[in-house]
């Protein structure tokens, strides 16, 4: 069994590499550009904020634990793969493949598990219902797009 002098040893060792990685600042950015896409009601609106902005728009909202390394590290690669899939922020100038989109809301990839997981992000999760309206709401917006 490890002595006293030993555990407190790993202790600091381990808590200085902890201190050591904060200083290495990989952390999720807003950029200022923000064109929605134009949703058919506030209530859509609404719907994709909860579900898709965090990872899907220039609007993230953090929580603090996602503000430490290394949790901030795996966030921030995670919410940068989302905003190049989509980015509802960047819709005149990026538009947005909608179909798949679509798709990935059909079949339950969107939103990930991972995010929705734990009740950290609770309010991501969607009902049957709110996945239907979602659809529904992309394909508007796809049919509204002048690529169609």
Known sequence: MPSVRGRTKVALV???VFALMQLFP?????????TDPPWDSPATR???????YDCHSNETRLAWYDKIAPASWWVTRHV??????MNFSEWQRRGAPLNDAIETVRNGSMPPGYYTWLGLHASARLSPAERQRLIRAFEVLR???PAG
Not at 26 to 34: G, I, L, M, Q
Request: proline share 7%.
């Open 14 to 16: 381990v808590l200085g």
């Open 26 to 34: 990989y952390r999720v950015t807003n950029p200022p550009e923000r």
């Open 46 to 52: 609404r719907l994709v904020v909860t579900a898709c």
């Open 80 to 85: 940068e793969a989302g905003r190049r899939a």
């Open 143 to 145: 049919d509204r797009s």
